[in-house]
């Protein structure tokens, strides 16, 4: 059933399957590169940075497929911009760039749309562009790097007096912290930058997901949400990985570092990102409740 299903699909939208099939032969083996990659920890530090595609992308495709019946009730029109992205993406995929390789992705989807629907199709495919753009890997994370310095003394001199607090010999000079004569850095990747990249990523679709992105409150307390999670959750790992490191537990260290630790971790920061979320609805929830009740408005 299902095959008779797809190819009457394919006989009732020849164009749009032809789209597919061929974006499909252009980027299915680069998607499959990235999932290798993001799954076996086979690549960059700052190409890891972006493994929240995971979910993205196909988050991505589910939007857009929820869109499809708006999508073709909008009129046919080919917007010149479309046919120049498409031109810049096709220069782009056959790049020896890495980066520019990547990008040619949204760029080209987002010059495919424009072709076939023309502005209007960009206003109600633009979330799913949006999401597909801030997953694919690119060099952002490296050249951001270099400007992390600030935070990092922040982190070591938080993770310093904590670790103080709980009786430990702790000296702290700049991104440095020594105890029992061991030395950590607080390096630009141990930062909490790729946290906080997932989990404001996590909370942009969260908030898209539940239909919540058009209420100001929600969003602003959302974001600002996700980027405290990142910052605590990140002073808790690097305060653990510092007292592992200076009590000279090696295994615990490396469980949390390098191994499958730092996906729980991580895990466990996401669900307090979902968790907010939930609060946020509950509360949005109970003073609506209120105002039914006292038949006073509440705005938010």
Known sequence: MPAMQLSKSIQRYPAESAIALLL????????IHWLDGWLNKSVSIEHEYFSYAIIGFPYAGLAAWQARFQWRKLPDQVHLLGIAFI???LIFYTSILTNLINLSLPILLAGLVLALKGLPGIRLMGMPLLFVLLATPTDIPYLVAPYLMPLQRVIAIIVGTV?????????????YILVSDRIVEVAPYCAGLKMLMTCLYVALLLLHWTGNLRHRWK?????????LISFVGNLLRNALLTFFHGTDQTAWFDWLHESWGGDVFSTLLLLAVIT???QLDRLA????TLSVKTDAPVNF
Request: hydrophobic share 55%; net charge negative.
């Open 276 to 278: 907010l979320m939930q």
């Open 285 to 288: 929830a109970t003073y609506q």
């Open 219 to 227: 969003t602003t307390t959302m974001l600002v949400g996700a980027v």
């Open 163 to 175: 670790l103080s607090m709980f009786g430990m010999a702790v000296t702290v000079d700049q991104s």
């Open 87 to 89: 031109t810049i993406a």
């Open 24 to 31: 499909a032969i252009l980027y299915g083996p680069l998607l």
